[in-house]
């Protein structure tokens, strides 16, 4: 990058920094700028769970930052879901739009790929689900209108983007957002089932961590964030499922809970408002629990990417297992890897993801304010 690059790049950080579209300041270094403190206690925090794993110091150690900090399970599981996003996009990215079987299969986070990005930073997924969670927080409550406001951001002025740039967009997205820049209407997506793409399922979890106490909620909202770009029913109904299953996660359902027909805690939700028929078929006949890897697709399809990530999640014992057989899967691979980190983020929670993944992604510290601005959020 040239001189002159650069300082375009500071001065379009500082102008989005200005509208709070950045992430916090994380280091005093250079800038002179005070690191917030809910920063610095977030660096703690990743810092002794570092120091732990080298063996340095115990799990009492953690007893020296405030109870804030510290996770109950719910903050845990939220932080899980949101840096477990991050995790699955950048690990996946090195191997996006692959055919699979044609790599080598990833096993680390390098970077690389068709954007040829460096080692732990992530894309358009864990962008735009950054904006939907800014939205659910500035906005105090569910506001499409705000949230394709924030999406038109990232895709004009690449607020929160690692790279300052919107460098990649889906195609139904994309269209989305230019039928809403010309109707004004936030309800852009295109409805043709052809378009059932898995562009709002990867960008979610953010929706069921704002509505924790209460699965209705949780259920409809999610759906409801599909239509700004994403209107095909099979799209919506992902979300509404999805939605719930990441409300059952967060709320500590085990497994067999998670993963027994469609989820569902009130027992009457599904009876009374039915996901459309594929939705319906993939949860009823459970194939994804008995299938080979060469049976399952990680295609952008909604449909394919529930699968993957339902197969991943079923035959795996733990966040890195079934993220590596997801992503291996090749094509989609940011996208499956995003989607299936939010619900074993959330469902193992932030304590059993790999620290040294956590340590690499771009930003790590804005996933984690995040999670901790939503869940206040549900308090509220
Ligand atoms: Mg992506």
Redesign the pocket.
């Given at each position: 990058m040239s001189i002159s690059e650069m300082q375009k790049k500071i001065m379009k950080i500082s102008g989005l920094s200005k509208q709070g579209l950045w992430f916090p300041h994380s280091s005093e270094k250079m800038t002179g700028i005070d690191v917030a403190q809910e920063v610095k206690d977030i660096q703690s925090f990743i810092g002794i769970r570092k120091a732990i794993e080298k063996g340095v110091v115990g799990e009492e150690y953690f007893s020296k930052l405030a109870d804030k900090v510290i996770d109950s399970d719910k903050l845990n599981r939220a932080r899980g879901a949101l840096i477990g996003a991050a995790i699955g996009?950048a690990l996946g990215?090195t191997i996006?739009f692959t055919q699979p079987g044609s790599f080598t299969p990833v096993t680390d986070i390098t970077g690389g790929g068709p954007f040829n990005l460096k080692a732990g930073e992530w894309?358009?997924?864990c962008s735009m689900m950054l904006c939907l969670a800014h939205s659910l927080v500035r906005r105090k409550s569910f506001d499409l209108k705000d949230q394709i406001e924030l999406y038109i951001k990232w895709w004009k002025d690449g607020a929160f983007s690692v790279t300052a740039e919107c460098f990649?967009i889906g195609v139904t997205v994309q269209s989305a957002l230019e039928n809403y820049l010309s109707t004004g209407n936030p309800e852009s997506g295109p409805t043709d089932e052809y378009s059932a793409g898995n562009g709002s399922l990867?960008r979610l979890a953010p929706v069921p961590i704002r509505y924790i106490s209460d699965f209705a909620e949780a259920v409809e909202y999610s759906g409801k964030s599909s239509l700004t770009t994403h209107g095909a029913i099979e799209a919506i109904d992902a979300c509404r499922y999805f939605g719930g299953l990441l409300w059952g996660a967060l709320n500590g359902a085990s497994k067999d809970e998670l993963l027994n027909g469609i989820y569902d805690p009130t027992g009457t939700y599904w009876t009374k408002n039915p996901p459309c028929t594929s939705i319906k078929k993939l949860l009823e006949e459970k194939s994804y629990k008995t299938k080979n890897s060469n049976e399952v697709r990680g295609s952008g399809y909604v449909i394919h990417t529930l699968e993957a990530v339902l197969w991943a999640f079923s035959n795996s014992s733990s966040f890195e297992e079934g993220l590596l057989k997801v992503v291996n899967l090749g094509e989609d691979a940011?996208?499956t890897g995003?989607i299936y980190g939010q619900l074993a983020g959330a469902f193992y929670g932030e304590r059993k993801v790999p620290i040294r993944w956590v340590d690499k992604v771009k930003f790590n510290h804005m996933f984690y304010l995040k999670a901790q601005e939503l869940l206040d959020c549900s308090e509220t």
């Open positions: 996009d990215t996006e894309t358009d997924d990649d990867m940011d996208t995003c």
